[in-house]
């Protein structure tokens, strides 16, 4: 069973097939994994005259171009390099009568070239799907790719694992990460320090910060706020005189805050700390000696002159922690900081809006069906009239068949003060029977009552008739 080229090894392999280009790798550890590649006859090695080279192989290239390796019965040795072999003398002699000279061959297309090219005919999203060692290969391929060079300049190509497989996309960079930032001046001196930078000072320990790093500190805070308030947002002080513990540091109150477009950004300035060995002292070790809880510090911790803002708040662009490095001190990532408080408020502000956008979409919504809920009340409202008029007219009826039976009964009595008083009732009876009966008036529709928001209730389905809630 061949052994699987891991993302390391296919990343050195795509290196090798792009010419070997310098300043790609910060050490040699690429030959130690050349070496691998050639046990795997991927790729072959040469020390001749002292010199350090290596070449694929046509199983490298047919690695490269399919992602596995070439059929057994079809490989060369693992030292025969993927060099055209010289024209033999019988092709240099005169060709005879009726020979063609063979088309001249084709480029041949990389793997990423190919990638590209699938993605561009797809739109820019593709989902390979599937299983197996092929599935599982996709990441590094993914990240040899990125690392080939020949991802167009403005795109992004992202990878990521999804329900139907692996998605693959090639995106175009956001503007404000091609966007050329203007540096932030830092001063030399706090000669007239902001409100916020004086409150800091006014602290007995500023920022929690030891002497030798604060007045770099506050001026970096300086700089940033006048460069936050020239784009129009605020700013403000917060717990400026304490240090976080280490268990909280980036999740301690922040030191002082940024407000762009409603939103808060809150920064904490911390100072990094080195880490040396503990050497352990003979009171250490005696008190571990005797008591077997008592346990001796691997290292010990000191104050450095690095720092580090911590952000909080707001949508993440570019990072959320800034610090001194080596070759990039805080003074050039300024620029950066500052134009991360004005993406997280732009952020924010389309946020608000999209949320206002969708609100007003939402009472749109309910008003129309309240308006649609108000009708079919209505409608119920008549029907229920005319169900009830119907009742009434059925009732009616009953009573007069029962009115006329008793008035055929009373005209067969015989006259006297019985007759009399049976007499008066059905007259009685008649005359209320015809103000019960709806047939002795003309029909109309009825009055509609203004209906109560529990009376609107059964209409609404999801929706409250007191406002567009669910």
Not at 123 to 138: A, H, R
Not at 251 to 264: D, M
Not at 335 to 357: H, K, M, N, P, S
């Amino acid at each position: 069973m061949e052994r699987q080229v891991n993302e390391r090894q296919l990343s050195v392999l795509q290196w090798v097939q792009d010419g070997c280009p310098a300043s790609v790798w910060e050490t040699s550890s690429y030959k130690s994994t050349c070496q691998a590649l050639q046990n795997r006859g991927l790729v072959m090695v040469s020390r001749k005259a002292g010199q350090w080279s290596v070449i694929l192989t046509s199983a490298g290239q047919h690695y490269l171009a399919h992602g596995a390796y070439p059929p057994r019965g079809s490989r060369p040795p693992k030292t025969q390099a993927a060099a055209p072999r010289p024209p033999s003398t019988r092709a240099q002699e005169t060709p005879a009568a009726g020979w063609r000279p063979s088309p001249p061959s084709q480029p041949r297309v990389t793997f990423t070239e190919q990638l590209l090219q699938e993605l561009a005919e797809a739109g820019g999203s593709i989902v390979k799907s599937g299983s197996g060692p092929d599935l599982e290969k996709w990441p590094s391929r993914i990240a040899a790719a990125r690392r080939s060079g020949k991802v167009p300049e403005k795109k992004e190509l992202y990878g990521a694992w999804c329900q139907g497989g692996y998605e693959i996309k090639l995106v175009d960079i956001p503007a404000w990460r091609l966007a050329v930032l203007e540096p932030v001046p830092v001063p030399s001196r706090l000669t007239r320090p902001h409100t916020v930078v004086r409150a800091m000072q006014n602290e007995q320990q500023p920022l929690g910060l030891t002497k030798p790093v604060q007045g770099r500190a506050l001026r970096l805070v300086q700089a940033l706020i006048i460069a936050a308030e020239a784009e129009g947002h605020s700013s403000s002080a917060g717990q400026t005189g304490f240090a976080p513990p280490s268990h909280r540091r980036r999740r301690a109150s922040p030191h002082f805050t940024i407000t762009a477009q409603g939103q808060t950004v809150g920064f904490l300035v911390l100072q990094e700390q080195d880490r040396t060995e503990h050497v352990a002292t003979e009171k250490e070790l005696t008190a571990a000696k005797k008591d077997s809880w008592v346990r001796i510090p691997r290292f010990d911790y000191t104050p450095s002159e690095r720092l580090r803002f911590v952000l909080s708040g707001g949508q993440p662009h570019r990072a959320s922690e800034w610090s001194d490095t080596p070759g990039r001190p805080l003074e050039d990532q300024l620029a950066e900081i500052a134009q991360e408080v004005t993406l997280r408020g732009e952020a924010a502000e389309r946020r608000r809006l999209d949320e206002i956008e969708v609100a007003r979409q939402k009472r749109i919504r309910w008003e129309a069906t309240m308006e649609e809920a108000r009708i079919r009340y209505a409608e119920a409202y008549r029907v229920r009239h005319f169900e009830a008029q119907e009742a009434t007219w059925r009732h009616a009826t009953r009573l007069t068949e029962y009115v006329n039976a008793v008035r055929t009964r009373v005209e067969a009595m015989p006259p006297g003060q019985t007759r009399t008083e049976a007499e008066a009732w059905v007259d009685w009876a008649a005359a209320r029977v015809e103000r019960l009966d709806p047939l002795n008036t003309s029909p109309r529709l009825p009055d509609i009552p203004e209906p109560r928001p529990e009376d609107l209730k059964p209409f609404l389905g999801h929706w409250s008739p007191y406002g567009p809630t669910y």
